[in-house]
């Protein structure tokens, strides 16, 4: 069901068409089709569609035979700076080339060249623009994705080490107005932080992105079959944007950004080669103040500068951005163990009992923990950060392990530790500050405590010393 969902959302929400959503998902246009002619026929809402849980999806969706639907034929546009920034525009404005043709002989009646020569002098522009990279960008369409090769020294003030700030680029496809951000790192965080900036730079998200195939970013990209990271989709997910990674070995698909990557190296990092940087905040002031610069710039085969060009085609049609800025998520499959919690980090998180042994998927951010199974949420929780610590629920507990909570307290253990002794008392009170969640401490106190019965209390005194001394806190141990 997710990948149908994540069909219908391509295409019906973000208006892509069928060929690039089958594309991006690694299906046949055919499958599309059905995917999208079978929601039809349900006669509901998209949004509410999407809100549903998997199980409630799927039981909507009946399969049903149509024909697919075949791909429009793609347009094209001409003077030739204005056809081919009229040509950006063709998917919002249906204007294709022969009708630019037409215009052009109606402007020209006496004097004007046949279509094919008309089409042929186009086919000469496009190549005098970038030989090696013949495609038309749709205004606010893509924005490309990469880091430079060249990084920029950053010198720590106390020790004077050298560490590499990695410099983060993308361009948009029409108009090249180009962002650029430094970072510490190319992990996942600073690069979806780095995305996140670009969005806010630019005012608004395109429909795709197109990055490299770095790890941040694609898991793998082989032979045609993508899966991308998790934490990079589930952004997208968030500004309602597509993905679509430049193949491997294809230097086409992202010589955008590949130009844009040498000329913001030669006019902006070489620019700074002399400056001393003492953190990323300072390098990127600096170029922040340069990259004005560089998109005021003619560039002289349009006679405009990609601010311009920016403005005329590619912001209008940007997508707005959401109110609530994404918030960096990681994502975790766990197992529920017999006591009834996930372990994440070194710290258990609870879930309702009936979910022993279940599967489930684990979405953490700085301040929580969602766990859900089959795409519904059965525990939320605040994220711990003490190490072996637990977080428990009572709701989530058995009903003779609710009734063991309210019937025991730290207070009762401990009176009864205290009548053993010391060391006992100082045991206990040691495996309850272990396990951070008095509950789950309280079946291996009272074990212990119940040894004295069998053993006597002196027995249980001198082996609570020694395994204070050992730092032994389980029980199977103490026992043995």
Known sequence: MRKIVEVLRLHLKLNLSLRQSATLLKISLGTASNYVNRFKELNIDIDKFISLNEYEQEKLFYPKNVCDIKPQTSKIMPDYIYIHNELKRKKQTKVTLSLLYEEYKEANPNNYYGSTQ??????????????????????????????SGLTMPIVNQRTGEISKAQIFVTVLGASGYTYVHASMTQSTKDFINSNINAFYFYGGVPNILVPDNLKAAVISNKKGIVKLNDAYADM???????????????????????????????????????????????????????????????????????????????????????????????????????????????????????????????TYSSTSVVISLDGNAIAHHKRLYQAYTDSTMKEHMPLEHQYQYEKWNSRRILNWANSIGKNTSLLMQQIMDSKGHEVRAYKSCIAILSFSNTYGKEEIEKVSKVALEANILKVSLIEA
């Open 118 to 147: 008309f089409r042929e002098y186009y086919s000469k522009f496009l190549n005098k623009i970038n030989p090696s990279m013949k495609q038309v960008h749709i205004s606010g369409e893509k924005v490309f994705v990469d880091y």
């Open 236 to 362: 997208a997910r968030h500004y309602g944007i597509a993905i679509e990674p430049a193949r491997p070995y294809k230097p086409q698909d992202k010589s955008k950004v590949e130009l844009g990557v040498k000329a913001i190296q030669r006019w902006i990092l070489m620019r700074l080669r002399h400056h001393t940087f003492f953190n990323v905040d300072q390098l990127n002031e600096e170029i922040n103040k340069l990259l004005d610069f560089y998109n005021l710039k003619k560039v002289r085969r349009f006679n405009k500068s990609r601010t311009e060009l920016f403005e005329l085609l590619d912001k209008p049609y940007l997508h707005p951005l959401r109110a609530n800025r994404y918030v960096y998520k990681e994502f975790k499959k766990a197992t529920v163990g017999i006591d009834y919690h996930v372990e994440l980090l070194g710290n258990g998180y609870s879930v309702p009992y009936l979910y022993l042994g279940k599967k489930v998927d684990i």
